[in-house]
């Protein structure tokens, strides 16, 4: 009973892990950049989304109408200033600037919002369960996880079955041919980048109405995305929800073992995948 | 003599240091099919990438319809209607046939050729519209290309060594698809290794050597043995 309550439990967790990947796999697939700064950018999108809260008085979710834009907004502006100028051969450069901005975001919320946890008040959403059969299901979890199967349908739909998507994967293909198909792929990648924060921005206000957060918990989301994406395959927008699915499974599985196993749980599950499937279990990028 | 549309004006081109195109001088008139010929590594690739922007140049090195575009960025150029059809063809993989061809179309210019004349051109395209582009064979793939550079109605298109890596047969049909393509008024600047092929088809010849015109001319007029002195140098 308590091992299918974990299973349950972890599989819609999961969902959040598939929201923090599926920004950094939508980066990755499109430009090759690996984004440090990703879970910041999560954080800063709660900050937004509390700050949205407090100032409108609205509830965390309608937030969502204000900061959603206003992360993609940041995303483009970010790309087409700095990122674009450090996108090349050699792979360094957008490492080591994601990194600085990881830095420069972190220490901006510490001087902005102080060390403080902070939380997003939602009300009843945060207590409200619906019973299926002996298990108890929290709304907010299974909320989380319905998102994050709409948001990563949505891109795939984007992804293949508009004019903006065939510019992602030509561009992704082969940037010089994409642009001599008259594409500029600054603004390809500027475009990418806000969509990619869009989903950041989702992510980061399910993850302050989750739990409490403060400008230090970027480096865990971004690890646990990084997990996600890898342990999905690189580049498949649905392996990316079955590796948060896997994720979130092994340390709910390791919580109810001994609750300090679990993050260890989902390290170890990852490392386990790595070693057996090192390009992941769904790889869409060959060679 | 008709306006040229494209002239290059001394143009030098680089790879970092490596300088690849030395004072080139060349033009390309209204509806014209030129030739460019030369041995590997002669500048010809390089001369291609220049005009479409991919190689960035001097602004004045080189101007299309009045307009000076040596350090145009590429996109900006096709816009202008320059199209280009890459060596070694370079379609997208992640695209279907007919994917690859609606983002050739992408740019949105007025003109003739839409996806159902490249598919009349083609037919076998049709066929094949919703296949990844790689399992096509080369010459599918090759009119994949050439279809993908008409749908932006460009008004110059270039070819870069068309014929590579193909079958005979197939180079034969691709050529004879040419007249219907440039028959339209549309200038082409055909690059190709193939001396024959490349005279039978444009109205003006340059040879490239080490990165210099060697030889410019009526392609009805050179000799051979001119065309063998400009290719190689020999004496």
Redesign the interface.
């Known amino acids: 009973m308590d091992f299918l309550n974990a299973v349950v439990q972890g599989t819609l967790l999961g969902g959040l892990y598939a929201l923090f990947a599926a920004g950094l796999s939508l980066i990755f697939g499109v430009m090759r950049l690996v984004n440090i700064a990703h879970g910041d950018l999560i954080v800063l999108a709660a900050y937004l989304g509390l700050t949205t809260t407090v100032v409108l008085g609205v509830h965390p979710l309608v937030a969502l109408i204000v900061v959603v834009p206003a992360m993609a907004g940041i995303g483009y502006v970010l790309q087409r200033g700095v990122l674009n100028h450090t996108l090349g051969d050699d792979i360094l450069p957008p490492l080591l600037v994601t990194f600085g901005l990881s830095v420069i975001i972190q220490n901006a919320l510490l001087e902005g919002y102080s060390a403080d946890p902070q939380k997003m008040d939602a009300g009843v959403l945060e207590t409200a369960s619906v019973a299926l059969g002996p298990l108890s299901l929290g709304l907010l979890p299974l909320l989380t996880f319905a998102i994050a199967v709409a948001v990563i349908a949505g891109l795939q739909w984007t992804f293949y079955r508009t004019?903006l998507g065939?510019?992602f994967?030509?561009t992704?293909?082969?940037q010089?041919?994409?642009?001599?198909?008259?594409?500029?792929?600054r603004h390809v990648f500027g475009l990418a980048m806000a969509l990619a924060l869009a989903v950041t921005a989702v992510a980061g206000i399910l993850l302050g109405i989750r739990t409490s957060f403060d400008p230090s918990v970027g480096g865990g989301r971004l690890i646990f995305g990084f997990e996600a994406v890898i342990i999905g395959g690189l580049g498949n927008l649905w392996g990316t929800l079955v590796g948060g699915v896997i994720l979130g499974v092994a340390q709910t599985l390791g919580a109810t073992i001994n609750p300090g196993w679990q993050l260890l749980a989902g390290h170890i599950a990852f490392l386990v995948i790595l070693a057996v499937r090192p390009n992941g279990l769904f790889p869409r990028i060959s060679g | 003599m008709p306006e040229p549309i494209l002239t290059l004006t001394g143009l030098d081109a680089f790879y970092g240091d490596f300088q690849a195109l030395y004072g080139v001088d060349l033009e390309v008139s209204e509806g014209e099919v030129l030739a460019i010929i030369g041995a590997n590594g002669a500048g010809k690739t390089t001369l291609l990438r220049s005009i479409a922007g991919l190689i960035g140049n001097e602004a004045s090195q080189i101007t299309y319809r009045g307009r000076s575009i040596g350090n145009a960025r590429p996109d900006v150029v096709a816009q202008m209607g320059l199209a280009m059809v890459p060596e070694g063809r370079q379609l997208f993989p992640s695209l279907s046939v007919e994917e690859n061809l609606m983002i050739g179309g992408r740019v949105n210019r007025e003109g003739p050729w839409n996806l159902r004349k490249v598919y009349d051109l083609f037919p076998i395209l049709e066929e094949r519209k919703a296949q990844a582009s790689t399992s096509l064979s080369g010459g599918q793939q090759q009119m994949v290309a050439i279809g993908r550079a008409l749908m932006a109605n460009p008004d110059l298109i270039m070819f870069d060594e068309i014929s590579l890596g193909l079958a005979p047969v197939i180079i034969r049909d691709i050529y004879k698809a040419l007249p219907g393509i440039v028959g339209g008024g549309m200038s082409a600047v055909i690059v190709e290794q193939d001396i024959t092929k490349a005279l039978a088809v444009s109205s003006r010849v340059y040879c490239l050597q080490e990165g210099r015109v060697s030889l410019e001319g009526r392609s009805d007029a050179v000799s051979r043995e001119d065309i063998a002195r400009a290719y190689f140098g020999v004496e």
Not at chain 1, 177 to 185: D, S, V
């Open positions: 004019p065939r510019a994967r030509a992704s293909d082969n010089d041919i994409a642009q001599l198909m008259g594409l500029n792929k």
